[in-house]
């Protein structure tokens, strides 16, 4: 059987749901028999070098750079997998939604307790452009699947590439999904 070409990235994120897929432990010696990653921190593939069955995307899209790394993985991605509750649903960065921006860019630049002597806002044309608020993944592009948590637990994670590499449908238990 041919390996399923698997990609990952993490935009607005913290790097949570990439630990949460490298705590499968020993199941990655498993994973690493059914599939072969491309563009991923995992094996710091940078661009894409063939197109991908299925793309893992953690965290949500604050800035410009967010929206163009997200596109692109629709674009090599056959199966796209928000991971994660930033993707999701914006997450922890989306607290600065109900914030007007120039008070956030202000407060992290300018007037936050820990800045000091800083009197500029970064305006160089390599920094990506922050966006207005920070947006879920579908809301930029077609998400196919949706694994919930903070991040998701290992388990549901190696259950959902299971199935996509088996081509069954993915099962979300009720305690994964409703935290009650
Ligand atoms: S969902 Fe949680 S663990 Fe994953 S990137 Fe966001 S804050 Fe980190």
Known sequence: MSKVIVATTSLAGCFGC???????????LDLIELVEFNKSPIDDIKRFTK???????EGGCCNSENVHVLRDFRKHCN???????CA???????MRNGIPIRECIEEAYLKGPTVTGNTI?????????ILDRVYPCQEIVKI????????PRAD?????????????????????VKFD
Request: glycine share 8%; hydrophobic share 45%.
């Open 18 to 28: 990439h630990m949460s897929i490298l705590d499968i432990d020993e199941r990655i």
């Open 51 to 57: 197109q991908c069955d299925v793309g893992l995307i």
């Open 79 to 85: 199966v796209l997998v928000a991971v994660g509750e």
């Open 88 to 94: 999701m649903m914006g997450g922890l960065p989306a």
């Open 121 to 129: 806002i970064p305006n160089d044309d390599e920094i990506p452009m």
């Open 144 to 151: 196919d699947y949706f694994l919930p948590g903070c991040p």
């Open 156 to 176: 549901l994670i190696w259950n959902a590439l299971v199935a996509l590499i088996k081509g069954t449908p993915i099962d979300l238990p009720y305690e994964t």
